[in-house]
C-alpha cells in the first residue's frame, strides 16, 4: 500500500474511534474519556492534512519549485504538533471544570469497553503506518503514527485511571487523569513541532546514511581523486548529496563526465532515494566559500 494508501485508512480508522469513545463519554459523563474522543478528533483532522500535503509532496518539480515539492510533509507534521497543542488546551480547560466540581460517573464498564476497541484499532493502524513512514522516509506518516501511537497509551492511561475510579470511588481522579494525558500530549506535540522545524531549516542527514556516502565515495579515492565540500540535506522523502570531485586536470571532459556518473551511481545505490550533485573540479583549483564581501 501506498503512502496515501495509509492516509486514507487513517481517515476511517478516526471517524470509527471518534465513534467509539465519543460514545464512551456519552454513556459515562468521564471527562477523561472526552479528552480521549478529542485527540481522536485531532487524529482525523491530521489524516486529513497530512494526506492533502503527501499528495502535493509527490508532485513533480515545475517552474516555480524546481526543486520538487517534498518538503510539504513538514507542513503536515508542523500542523498535526499545533493540532495537539490546540487538543491538550481544551482538554486541560474541561478538566479543570470538572475538578473543581466533581461529577459522579456511570456505566463506567460500557466506556471502558468502547474506548479499548478504539484503542486496538488505533495501535494496529499506528504499528502498520509506522513500518512504512521509515520505510518510504514519509515524516508526514510517520508523524501520524506518533499521534496515534500517543492517542493509544493516552487511552491506556485513562483506563487505568477510571479502573481507579471505580475500585475507589475517588471522581476527583477522573479530571486529574485528564489533565495528566493533556501534559502528555503536549510532549508529543513538541517533537512533532520540533522535528518539522528541523526539516525545513535543511537538517543534514542522520550518522548512518552519512556514512554510506563516504563508503561509496572510499571506493573512488586515489592520490589522483578526492573528494571535498561534502554537504548533505533532508526535504520529506528525498535527501540530497552536494560535492567537489577534484581529479587531474589534463583528463578530458568526456573522461571526468565518465567518472562523475560512476560516483553518482555508486551513491545513490548506496543510500535509496539519495540525489548527488558533484562539481567537477581541477586538483589544484580550491573552490572559496564565505567570502567576507558576501553580504550574509
Known sequence: MQVSGYLKLS????LATIALKGGAWWVSGSVGLLSDALESLVNLIGALFALAMVTWAAMPADEGHPYGHYKAEYLSSGFEGVLIFAAALAIIAAAAQRFVAPQALERLDWGIALAMIGSALNGALA???????RASRSIALEADAR?????????????????GVMATGW??????????????ILREGGSLVRRSVDGLMDRALDDEARAQIDKALEGFR???IRFDHISTRRAGQRRFVDLHMHMPAGWTLGRAAALRASVEQAL???VPGLRATIQLLP????????DPKDPL
Not at 504499528?127 to 513512514?133: C, D, I, Y
Not at 477522573?174 to 501534559?183: F, K, Q, R, S, T
Not at 586538483?283 to 564565505?290: C, G, P
Open 283 to 290: 586538483m589544484d583549483v580550491e573552490a572559496h566559500f564565505d
Open 268 to 270: 545513490m545505490s548506496a
Open 147 to 163: 499521534h496515534l501511537f500517543t492517542d493509544v497509551w493516552t487511552s491506556v492511561g485513562v483506563v487505568v485511571g477510571l479502573v
Open 127 to 133: 504499528w502498520a503506518m509506522m513500518r512504512k513512514g
Open 222 to 224: 586515489h592520490p589522483t
Open 11 to 14: 481517515v476511517v480508522v478516526a
Open 171 to 184: 471522581h476527583w481522579l477522573d479530571p486529574v487523569i485528564a489533565i495528566a494525558v493533556a501534559l502528555n
